[in-house]
């Protein structure tokens, strides 16, 4: 069985090239900076995980995938050789992604952005159902719940 799930930051933006041919296909690479459990003192903290996504996948990449932005991915693990310049064999181990997951909401990513980005004007609040949730009312007290 070849399944990978991690979890970690996006060192950059996602480079998106698509290919050539009748059908182009989109083709996402970018690094994941993804935090270790255990730390050896003199050795890094994180380890940045090369991974690369196809078609759809790699559309979402670029559309939403933004640089420190902390995702959780699926995928599988796949080693690839090649002769250099030189005729040595070079060996790379990258992940092949099949699905993306947002591990952050959109306002704590937004927050941990440098204050010197401009950031866009709040929304105005309304009591209407924005993606699935209703506002909170503040005003409700605690001896006012049921439970």
Not at 14 to 24: L, T
Not at 81 to 108: L, M, P
Request: glycine share 6%; with cysteine; hydrophobic share 35%.
């Amino acid at each position: 069985m070849n399944k990978v799930i991690l979890m970690g930051r996006l060192t950059r933006d996602p480079e998106v090239r698509y290919s050539s041919g009748a059908a182009p296909v989109a083709v996402a690479n970018y690094t994941l900076a993804v935090n270790r459990r255990f730390k050896r003192e003199g050795e890094p903290d994180a380890d940045f995980i090369n991974c690369v996504a196809f078609g759809k996948v790699g559309e979402f990449a670029e559309k939403y995938l933004k640089k420190g932005l902390l995702i959780s991915i699926v995928g599988r693990l796949q080693v690839r050789s090649w002769d250099d310049q030189e005729g040595k064999k070079r060996y790379t181990t990258e992940v092949i992604v099949e699905e993306h997951y947002f591990a952050e909401s959109k306002t704590a990513f937004e927050s941990s952005k440098s204050s010197s980005e401009p950031k866009p004007a709040p929304a105005p609040q309304s009591k209407a159902v924005e993606n699935g949730f209703y506002p909170i009312d503040e005003s409700i007290e605690d001896e006012d719940l049921p439970f």
